[in-house]
């Protein structure tokens, strides 16, 4: 019964259900973009009332936010931090500079795209991204999750050795430890 | 037969405090959200959260004192529910009473706390080490507040048990929150503590601490932590009813009554910011110690 094709898609259907309607964000706030996070969460925007919450540590949370740019310094924490969190995780791009730089495009110490390093599942576009779109971008990963589509962290484990040379070709003292789940 | 029906009272009383405290959990979060002008997360939200929260893998493992943690406290949640008398007369929610279980139950309600301490000591992690030390800073101060209230009323009544005291109450017809005044107030400054809600979140202090002893605890660690902190606020809350406010005859006036004690933490935070380790020692070491006192006073003059 319970591992019949049709149970389990039931059970899936419940468990992107919860997944969606609980997100617990851990904001990775070194970019500027740390600055619309505030109003996003407290009482002129309210994203509580979609669920979002702010985790406090990588373990308990299932969205990793990176608001802005990435350092070359920063990223390597970022990856450490992504490593941490649990199954199912997502990622997002938060502004222009984790699309392609944006204002940053020539900068010799920051990442351009961070879907090179980590798996983003959703991009908010913007510089900066006002709160509206913010919660837009929440809006489009709940809707990527219920359909079960939302599978950055899959395309991470398959493709782990491309990102993994990526991420060793930024950094070049690499000195952490390798996770392989 | 009978072991048969004591079975399932203990499994429906299970499931009756974990769907109050979470439910109660969710109501808090609402009314937090309309206190600060938002429209805040609906009410079920925290059952969401838990389901999550279960569906999680969890591929954390720091040694086994980290695994034990959760249970320790699970454990001490579920095993202190089976000691309070939910409704007046038993009912289809039988408990383990005994002549002296107060006694035994202020010992049970720290079991829980110290193995979540030593479970986030293994984690290794500074920030879980910090916060079990201000969690039992904390729990030194409210616990001498709150054993003065007790044994003010068990000195009192000349009894020491929960339905002993229950009945006494029956008897005379006050409430114990009218009859000794004084423990009441020692009792309720010490639930302040108890609850940890602003200004004496110290130990959780999500952006300090980053959550403290549960920082290295994501997934199913965190979904057995969180029902077992809904089913202990269920069981404080009982108990304060039980001794102060008369107990209840049935589930509706259960309900009604926990929820207004409750309220007593929850709304006092949210008009108040965090306090310091030491500044929250001192004022549980000023005026709750004071009515403490005044109660035991009082409980050997009367």
Redesign the interface.
């Known amino acids: 019964m319970i591992n019949d094709k049709n149970s389990q898609k039931i059970v899936d259907i419940?468990?992107n259900w919860?997944?969606k309607?609980?997100l617990?964000v851990l904001a990775y706030g070194t970019g500027c973009g740390a600055i619309e996070i505030p109003p996003t969460m407290?009482?002129r925007y309210?994203a509580?009332?979609m669920?979002v919450?702010?985790a406090?540590?990588?373990?308990?949370?299932?969205i990793l936010l990176i608001t802005g740019y990435l350092t070359t310094k920063t990223l390597k924490r970022v990856i450490r931090v992504y490593e941490q969190?649990?199954?199912?995780k997502y990622v997002i791009g938060f502004g222009s500079c984790t699309i392609n730089g944006g204002m940053y495009y020539d900068s010799y110490n920051t990442i351009k795209v961070l879907d090179k390093y980590l798996p983003v599942d959703v991009y908010i576009n913007g510089c900066m991204p006002r709160p509206e779109s913010v919660l837009a971008g929440f809006g489009k990963l709940q809707e990527l999750i219920g359909d079960g589509k939302a599978n950055g962290a899959t395309k991470y484990k398959e493709n782990l050795e491309w990102y993994k040379a990526n991420q060793k070709k930024i950094i070049p003292n690499w000195v952490m430890p390798e996770y392989n789940? | 037969m009978e072991m048969l029906t004591h079975i399932l009272g203990a499994i429906a009383t299970v499931i009756l405090a974990f769907v109050v405290g979470m439910t109660y959990g969710g109501l808090v979060?609402k009314i937090t959200?309309r206190v600060?002008?938002?429209?805040?997360?609906p009410w079920y939200?925290n059952f969401?959260?838990a389901?999550?929260l279960y569906?999680?893998?969890?591929?954390?493992h720091h040694g086994w004192m980290q695994i034990m943690g959760p249970a320790f406290l699970m454990v001490s949640s579920v095993v202190t529910l089976m000691f309070i008398p939910v409704l007046n007369n038993g009912g289809w929610f039988p408990n383990l009473n005994f002549e002296g279980d107060l006694i035994f139950l202020l010992y049970l309600m720290v079991f829980g706390p110290l193995g979540m301490a030593l479970g986030a000591g293994q984690t290794g992690n500074p920030?879980s080490a910090i916060g079990v030390t201000r969690g039992l800073s904390q729990m030194v101060g409210f616990e001498i507040p709150w054993v003065m209230a007790l044994v003010a009323l068990m000195i009192q009544h000349d009894t020491t048990s929960i339905t002993g005291l229950m009945e006494a109450q029956q008897q005379s017809g006050t409430w114990m929150m009218f009859s000794s005044p004084f423990a009441f107030i020692a009792a309720v400054l010490a639930m302040l503590g108890m609850f940890r809600y602003s200004p004496f979140d110290i130990v959780g202090a999500?952006?300090e601490l980053?959550?403290g002893p549960?920082?290295?605890?994501?997934?199913k660690y965190?979904f057995t932590m969180m029902s077992s902190g809904s089913i202990f606020a269920f069981v404080k809350l009982t108990l304060y009813v039980d001794l102060f406010m008369g107990g209840a005859d049935n589930l509706v006036i259960l309900l009604l009554k926990t929820f207004a004690i409750y309220m007593i933490p929850v709304l006092y935070g949210l008009v108040s910011p965090r306090y310091r380790t030491e500044q929250s020692i001192r004022f549980f070491w000023g005026w709750p110690l004071f009515f403490g006192v005044l109660a035991l006073i009082y409980a050997a003059i009367f």
Do not use: C, F
């Open positions: 419940i468990q919860s997944r309607h609980s617990w407290t009482s309210d509580e009332r669920g919450r702010g406090a540590t990588p373990r308990q949370a299932d969190m649990q199954d199912p789940w | 979060r959200a600060q002008n938002r429209l805040g997360p939200q969401i959260d389901y999550k569906g999680k893998t969890t591929a954390i920030n999500p952006t980053a959550s549960v920082s290295e605890n994501g997934g965190l």
